[in-house]
């Protein structure tokens, strides 16, 4: 019960720094992120929709989802691999 604790909160935080690796990585290459893309259609409605780039609907809805997804493996690995070594 406790490993199975331990592994989720392993790899909820291995997958939170690679979020926020991705997010400044797009900010800093000038690609909207979710909270700007939800702050944006919160305050100007669906109108807000035809003012996002194609790039930023890729990195939105492809390449983030991928990535962060690599990084849910790369956790789930990383996890198995420090659990192989400590038994």
Do not use: Q
Not at 29 to 50: Q, V
Not at 63 to 68: C, E, Q, R
Not at 77 to 82: G, S, V
Request: hydrophobic fraction near 55%.
């Amino acid at each position: 019960m406790i490993y199975t604790l331990l592994k989720i909160y392993f790899m909820g935080l291995v997958i939170l720094s690679g979020a926020i690796i991705l997010n400044s990585i797009a900010a800093k290459i000038g690609i909207i992120g979710w909270y700007d893309f939800l702050r944006s259609i919160i305050e100007k409605g669906s109108h807000s929709l035809t003012a996002f780039r194609v790039i930023d609907y890729g990195w939105l809805f492809i390449f983030y989802p991928i990535f962060l997804g690599l990084t849910s493996l790369g956790a789930y690995l990383l996890y198995d691999w420090i659990n192989s070594c400590i038994k």
